[in-house]
């Protein structure tokens, strides 16, 4: 049996393609940013909603081409409460005008005292 598994998987190949390089990483199309935003123990869910609901209302915004918004599950952390929300553009440029409107700058304040970290990254789609 175990010689069926090790046949099996020298026979399955990965096709990952080529590593990614500096040169090889796209600097412009669509932009994806993500915000991963953790908010103190003691924050009230109205408080939470207020935040979500504040960042989907940013998604009305014309520069924004999609969004999409979830809860983390933390099996080691469970009492933490994680928010993830994941906003596309079509480009750096218009990623750059939202976070200078005035609906964001606005935003960002919002409960800002019960936030205990945001993490954020953004990526280019191939």
């Known amino acids: 049996m175990l010689l069926k598994i090790i046949t099996l998987a020298t026979c399955l190949t990965w096709n990952k393609g080529p590593e990614p390089t500096p040169k090889a990483i796209p600097a412009k199309g669509l932009l994806r940013h993500v915000v991963?935003?953790?908010f103190k123990t003691?924050?009230?869910m109205d408080?939470?909603?207020k935040v979500d609901i504040s960042f989907k209302n940013l998604s009305k915004?014309?520069?924004v081409k999609s969004y999409e918004w979830?809860?983390?599950k933390d099996d080691k952390n469970p009492s933490k409460?994680?928010?993830v929300y994941v906003t596309t553009f079509k480009?750096?440029?218009e990623e750059d005008a939202y976070g200078k409107s005035p609906e964001h700058q606005k935003h960002i304040k919002l409960g800002a005292e019960n936030i205990e970290?945001?993490?954020?990254?953004?990526?280019f789609l191939p």
């Open 61 to 63: 915004l014309s520069m």
């Open 70 to 72: 979830g809860i983390v």
């Open 36 to 38: 991963v935003v953790t």
């Open 91 to 93: 480009s750096q440029k």
């Open 81 to 83: 409460v994680k928010h």
């Open 42 to 44: 003691n924050t009230s």
């Open 117 to 123: 970290s945001v993490e954020a990254i953004d990526y």
């Open 47 to 49: 408080l939470i909603r």
